[in-house]
């Protein structure tokens, strides 16, 4: 089965600066995706980046960015320019690209920005 | 293009009453997903359908809960007898029937609180 680890249940960092979260997965599949979501205070689900494991180029979404390396399994998120509209939950995400159902989810990562 | 709508977005049940959680998929989606957020979690996944059809219900309780997706109509979560524990968010997500398909977007999610 498909698991989702994030090491870092907490996370702060300074207005205009530059934070990574961590993300490690595990899988036998060789074909999926990988998520970002993003969860603010009002506990809607925001997707913020997503990735095809098939892609070597990392994903970049505006001041959002991946490190994705596959034989690691490691998926970490890169938030350049921290502004205090990013302190959320951060939680990374799993689907396999064969089965197409359940997305997996990891534990979660609280930012918080320091003004 | 609207979202995943998701009503109520507040639900308060007393032990024993009956719960029932309604989301609407986005535009031209056939596919939907069911998840809860326990408190301090991430978010796990309870069940995945298609019109009419379950097509992975490996994630709901086996008693007092069920879901349906209707050839008409919004999908529905059922939670009967409540108890203490079913209080969490629970969240629907859809996605396209092809196109993207593997991309999940969220509804708002219904905070169900039990007294």
């Known amino acids: 089965a498909q698991t989702v680890t994030q090491s870092q249940p907490e996370m702060s960092v300074q207005e205009a600066e530059t934070v990574t979260l961590s993300c490690t997965y595990d899988t036998s599949e060789s074909d999926y995706y990988l998520f970002w979501y993003k969860q603010p205070p009002s506990r809607q689900m925001i997707l913020v980046i997503r990735?095809?494991?098939?892609?070597?180029q990392n994903a970049t979404e505006n001041r959002f960015s991946v490190n994705f390396q596959k034989a690691a399994k490691s998926f970490s998120l890169k938030i350049s320019d921290s502004q205090l509209g990013d302190a959320a939950m951060y939680f990374c995400?799993?689907?396999?690209?064969?089965?197409?159902?359940?997305?997996?989810f990891g534990p979660g990562t609280s930012l918080s920005v320091i003004p | 293009n609207a979202g995943v709508m998701q009503n109520p977005r507040h639900l308060v049940r007393r032990r024993g009453q009956e719960a029932r959680l309604r989301c609407s998929p986005m535009k031209g989606h056939s596919h939907v997903y069911w998840y809860r957020q326990l408190p301090e979690e991430g978010l796990k996944f309870m069940v995945y359908l298609q019109k009419e059809n379950i097509i992975d219900e490996s994630g709901m309780p086996k008693e007092r809960f069920s879901a349906e997706f209707p050839k008409e109509g919004p999908s529905i979560l059922r939670i009967q007898q409540v108890v203490r524990g079913d209080s969490a968010a629970y969240f629907c997500a859809s996605s396209p029937t092809s196109v993207r398909r593997e991309t999940q977007y969220f509804g708002p999610g219904t905070r169900l609180t039990v007294l």
């Open positions: 990735q095809e494991a098939y892609k070597q």
């Open positions: 995400a799993y689907r396999s690209a064969t089965s197409y159902d359940k997305v997996i």
